[in-house]
């Protein structure tokens, strides 16, 4: 198996990108595929970082981006206040946070699996999450 400069194999190394993904830990990422870009020379280290990397900002845009559907209904809300009307939104916001608990559960689901798989160097097909990978690294 293929060592990285660190000495561990490739696999344990994306592994361990994949991890930092499932923990939530975006500085660790940041320095471990900046260490990768910079440094390793294997093609599927590379891909595998800078996955984890694009995987963990879509998630996080995409819980930030159904976080503001009761920001913009609360906002409706004070506009019917002000002319003395009535809004509701307690349903929209239990289904805010279903939302985001699946989004969630799927994000770590997702994450172990590709550290699972980036031991024997394998990977999980993401159709449009490889295609932006493969825009970045080639």
Known sequence: MQKTKLGITVGAFGAITYLAGFFGGYLVAIVLIGYTLLFEENIWLKRSTVKAIVLMTFFSVLTAVINLIPDVAGFIGNIVLVFNGHFAMVKVSQIIT???SGINIVEKV???GLGIKALSQGTIVIPFI?????QYID
């Open 110 to 112: 997702l994450f172990l």
């Open 130 to 134: 490889d295609k932006k990978v493969s």
């Open 98 to 100: 279903v939302l985001v």
